[in-house]
């Protein structure tokens, strides 16, 4: 395993254009020592001509899966990395030209860290798909699920040799969402340190949501929760949970896109009931 280098687990499904745009991206990093794992879910060839066009240019694993399922596919990537820093950037996400090069900086600075976060916002835009805080911060049980998100995590290897993510979790499964979570909520459990950076972007588009959407996301916060339980024991989160199903009640009488909260809201208590330990 190379000191610093990294492996970057994509998996993708549906998109082609948004990929040409993140390897570019990649292909305009200051830090060069990467590979990119690409883990192609789709049934035609549009990924694996991107391969073909880029392989010499840049690094790059591909496999092919034919089951869906972000989780499922994460865990091909990450049974083929050789670097020491492992991320999972989604396939319609953008890096600045210097970020993997502030990770490096930062764990070479911080022996005692085994992980990284950022922010995220549209490239277009201030708009975000999380509500982040708005300074830097040490991540622990009480702040994982606003300042982590899939593709701004940053994880040494050496400290999830033993991880898999929950092949229930996230898109394409039961619980469409928390995936990522649930690899923060693992590293926090081994007592891993990580820290949170409030002005550092990855950029990712701000989707407008629809009920159905809502309700899936949350069933995947819902089912975090009643895992985080469950599995690793962090029993002080049944009141946590309990305060943002009330703070949700609240949220639909206040705002008036209610329909959208409703849906989240049911979902999240509909995660919560129906997730069960393995």
Not at 146 to 165: D, E
Not at 180 to 195: I, P, V, Y
Not at 217 to 232: E, L, Q, V, W
């Amino acid at each position: 395993m190379q000191l610093n280098k990294f492996s970057l687990i994509m998996a993708t499904l549906g998109r082609s254009d948004e990929i040409i745009v993140l390897l570019d991206s990649l292909l305009a990093q200051t830090y060069k020592n990467f590979e990119l794992i690409i883990v192609d879910q789709n049934e035609d060839d549009r990924v694996k001509k991107i391969y073909e066009e880029y392989k010499e240019k840049i690094d790059l694993k591909y496999f092919h899966n034919t089951v869906k399922g972000l989780s499922v596919n994460r865990n091909i990537g990450l049974s083929h990395i050789s670097g020491d820093i492992v991320a999972f950037p989604d396939d319609d996400c953008v890096y600045e030209a210097d970020t993997l090069e502030k990770v490096v900086s930062f764990f070479s600075s911080n022996a005692g860290y085994s992980f990284y976060t950022c922010n995220t916002k549209d490239i277009h835009g201030s708009g975000s798909i999380l509500k982040t805080k708005s300074t830097d911060a040490d991540i622990s049980i009480f702040n994982f699920m606003n300042i982590g998100i899939s593709f701004t995590i940053f994880v040494r290897s050496s400290s999830i040799r033993s991880f898999t993510f929950d092949t229930r979790l996230g898109l394409g499964t039961s619980f469409s969402s928390g995936e990522e979570s649930d690899l923060l909520l693992f590293l926090l459990k081994q007592k891993n340190k990580g820290w949170y950076h409030a002005n550092n972007y990855i950029y990712h588009p701000v989707k407008s949501e629809i009920p159905e959407k809502a309700f899936q996301y949350g069933t995947g916060f819902g089912a975090i929760y009643k895992k985080s339980i469950i599995s690793y024991g962090f029993i002080i989160l049944l009141p946590v949970f309990a305060l943002r199903l009330l703070k949700g009640v609240m949220n639909i009488i206040i705002h008036k896109d209610r329909n959208l909260r409703y849906a989240s809201l049911v979902g999240r208590l509909t995660g919560f009931l129906q997730y069960k330990k393995q």
